[in-house]
């Protein structure tokens, strides 16, 4: 089933998805779904509590991450509740968190979604360089014009080059990735 996912997807999409992921895959799985247009109306997750935190986090909060970016642009996170490792037989050596997403675009269409995903992944690379740093040694943005056409985007949505990545709202991606893809 892991496997062949997509292709049962495609033939009757569930209404509702619930697991209890393995901690050292949720995020791909996770990202999986997301990116390839495959969330259920509710998705109801046990994940990893730091994992969790990850995904609602806020920018400048030290788990803020390109992984929070996707998620946030692409469903409502909702906190289920902590769980803790007493919940669990065997008990595992982590707490847990339940997480809800529901599809949804909170920041507005994102014009090209693979290409938006390329921009934030490729500008977290290095979480702690600048912006304009980013740019410069990212190699992520090769399908996008130019390098002054992604810079003039910047500038276009106020949003300072000198900044770091973990300070770029959700919104801040989406309306940048928007302008470079509309050109």
């Not at 400048?60 to 992984?67: E, P």
């Not at 304009?132 to 399908?143: F, V």
């Amino acid at each position: 089933m892991v496997k062949t996912w997509k292709d049962q997807w495609a033939k009757t999409a569930p209404d509702k998805v619930l697991g209890n992921l393995p901690y050292n895959a949720a995020s791909a799985i996770i990202a999986a779904f997301i990116e390839n247009g495959c969330l259920a109306d509710m998705n109801v997750f046990t994940v990893q509590d730091e994992m969790g935190q990850r995904m609602w986090a806020k920018p400048g909060n030290k788990n803020y991450s390109s992984f929070s970016v996707l998620c946030q642009t692409s469903a409502k996170v909702k906190d289920g509740g902590k769980l803790t490792p007493g919940s669990f037989y065997p008990a595992p050596r982590v707490n847990s968190r339940i997480v809800t997403l529901e599809p949804a675009t909170p920041f507005g269409e994102i014009v090209a979604p693979e290409a938006f995903r390329a921009l934030v992944r490729g500008l977290f690379a290095s979480r702690r360089k600048t912006l304009s740093n980013n740019l410069a040694a990212s190699g992520h943005l090769a399908q996008f014009p130019p390098l002054e056409a992604v810079r003039e985007a910047f500038h276009a949505e106020n949003v300072e080059l000198s900044r770091r990545p973990e300070t770029v709202s959700p919104g801040e991606w989406v309306a940048i990735s928007n302008r470079i893809a509309q050109g």
